[in-house]
């Protein structure tokens, strides 16, 4: 099936190395980071597991739930985190989906029989807690995924979603954000007290904390 942005998150129940897991549920109240990887004990996806791992409390400071999923077995997970945990010095706590039969991965458009009819890219969901897609990216297989950039756009849709706002090209927290178009000038100054500079007139930018 093909997914778009703002889709409801397909949901499922599948074992996973923390035992069965109902997505929905499991998911209820969090946004979520759902990551996929082409197989286990494989170079690139050790060091982003391991990556994923070491940035426990960031997600967690961002009500944010980190899933893998691997086109392998929950025995075969089970080892493979015992060398992500030795190799890259963590404490790999989330579940990672067992998907040897390649449901899930089919049910997200994981599989590119391009690059394989067996293995899922490196794909990448951002999930809002009304289980609503909010981002996508796809990585190829032999390039690991930008961390900082993953936690960046989580930033930068959960400030959106408080405030009412679109962030510009390369924002970071603190940075000046963009008031959006939908809103006129007048209802502008009751949201935006502070005021903001506008270059042009469809570009008015601002602070907000």
Not at 18 to 24: A, D, N, T, Y
Not at 117 to 130: C, G, L, M, Q, Y
Request: glycine share 4%.
């Amino acid at each position: 099936m093909s997914l778009h942005i703002g889709d409801t998150a397909p949901d499922f129940t599948v074992e996973t190395t923390k035992g069965e897991l109902s997505f929905h549920k499991w998911a209820a109240g969090s946004w979520v980071f759902f990551f996929s990887h082409p197989a286990d004990f494989t170079p690139v996806c050790t060091t982003e597991m391991g990556k994923t791992a070491k940035l426990a409390q960031q997600f967690a400071a961002r009500n944010t739930r980190p899933l893998g999923l691997s086109t392998d077995t929950v025995a075969e997970h089970l080892k493979w985190i015992e060398d992500v945990n030795d190799t890259q010095d963590t404490d790999l706590q989330f579940p990672i989906i067992a998907d040897a039969d390649l449901k899930i991965a089919r049910l997200y458009d994981m599989i590119h029989p391009s690059q394989s009819d067996t293995a899922a890219v490196r794909s990448v969901f951002i999930i809002d807690p009304k289980q609503k897609i909010r981002l996508m990216m796809t990585y190829p297989m032999n390039v690991g995924r930008n961390f900082d950039e993953i936690l960046r756009v989580i930033n930068a849709l959960q400030l959106a979603d408080r405030q009412h706002i679109a962030t510009p090209a390369d924002w970071h927290p603190g940075n000046k954000v963009i008031i959006p178009l939908s809103i006129v000038d007048d209802d502008a100054v009751k949201a935006f007290p502070q005021g903001w500079d506008a270059p042009r007139p469809y570009l008015r930018l601002t602070n907000v904390d």
